[in-house]
């Protein structure tokens, strides 16, 4: 074959390349293109104003001319309640993957198991989950009431015949009643993750083990945990998350107070930026909640998640 015949081979075959690439990747395009659109529309945009506004002490009425340049950033950083904001996400982080998280783990282990009743107890754990936040924070609320609630009901029981406390009231107790509710709320969708990972695990390896004399704990620490460990990474992730976004289930609860102790981090931007008009500041509290979501996100997807 002559180089001339050779050249006019390829020649063909990096046309039909492009042909077949164009006829992939267009129809790919096109779909894209409307997700894409969405999501610069409603994400993209919002943000880089969030960014620009945060450089300005502005009311949200008209446009914003007051350039105050880092101000605000310097405002939030000497402001308490922000770090105590911070600091009762943080908390609350800690107690989801401490006490939330195992919790869900071994109910996962214990409803992914062939027993009697295993489909209604796995709906009760989950409805919590189901029910709206804001629905959730009232309920709660109520129950949480130092005179007609279910604390009060408690507090008759073994109380010494003084009143029930409030704790929604009570700066010592108020963050305790949301981690509780936190946990109670959301321990259910993290059990489902978990019983979803454990079905997905092979049912010959558990066999294969048995007949291999492991015990059922053998079994447990040896093959389903550690077999599990990306789904609970993936459950680390959202619990994280959703942790530095609470907003609707504390505004119901407790608004952030009292004496603003139990503010999250949005409710804080909500309270003092949105509520008092300051859409400057609230912009760059924004702006510090993005940054801290967005390093958290990176930096665990990065180190924790990369083989998943």
Not at 95 to 123: C, H, N, T
Not at 155 to 184: C, E, I, K, N, Y
Not at 233 to 249: H, I, N, P
Not at 270 to 283: C, K, L, V
């Amino acid at each position: 074959m002559t180089a001339a015949a050779l050249s006019h081979d390829h020649a063909a075959v990096r046309r039909r390349r492009r042909t077949t690439l164009r006829t992939q990747v267009a129809p790919v395009v096109l779909m894209l293109v409307p997700a894409l659109a969405l999501f610069t529309i409603f994400v993209i945009l919002p943000m880089g104003e969030a960014g620009f506004y945060s450089l300005f002490k502005w009311n949200g009425y008209g446009s914003p001319e007051d350039f105050v340049g880092l101000r605000n950033f310097e405002l939030l950083l000497r402001n308490r309640t922000f770090w105590s904001a911070l600091s009762n996400t943080g908390l609350i982080i800690a107690v989801s993957v401490a006490i939330q998280l195992p919790l869900a783990l071994a109910m996962a282990l214990l409803l992914a198991e062939k027993l009697r009743g295993r489909v209604a107890f796995r709906m009760v754990f989950f409805l919590p989950y189901i029910l709206a936040e804001v629905a959730t924070g009232l309920i709660w609320q109520f129950l949480y009431d130092g005179r007609y609630g279910a604390v009060a009901l408690i507090w008759s029981w073994f109380g010494a015949g003084s009143d029930a406390p409030f704790v929604l009231a009570d700066r010592t107790l108020a963050m305790a009643a949301v981690l509780v509710l936190v946990v109670w709320k959301y321990f259910g969708f993290h059990m489902m993750i978990y019983i979803a990972g454990l079905q997905s695990i092979p049912s010959e390896i558990i066999d294969a083990a048995r007949i291999d004399g492991a015990t059922p704990w053998q079994i447990v620490r040896r093959i389903k945990i550690p077999m599990l460990f990306p789904t609970i990474r993936l459950s680390v992730f959202f619990s994280v998350v959703g942790a530095l976004q609470l907003f609707d289930m504390v505004m119901a609860l407790t608004r952030g107070g009292p004496s603003n102790a139990t503010h999250s981090l949005v409710t804080y931007l909500y309270t003092f930026g949105q509520m008092r008009m300051e859409i400057g500041f609230g912009s760059a509290v924004g702006v510090v909640l993005f940054l801290i979501c967005v390093t958290f996100s990176i930096v665990y997807r990065r180190t924790l998640m990369r083989g998943d």
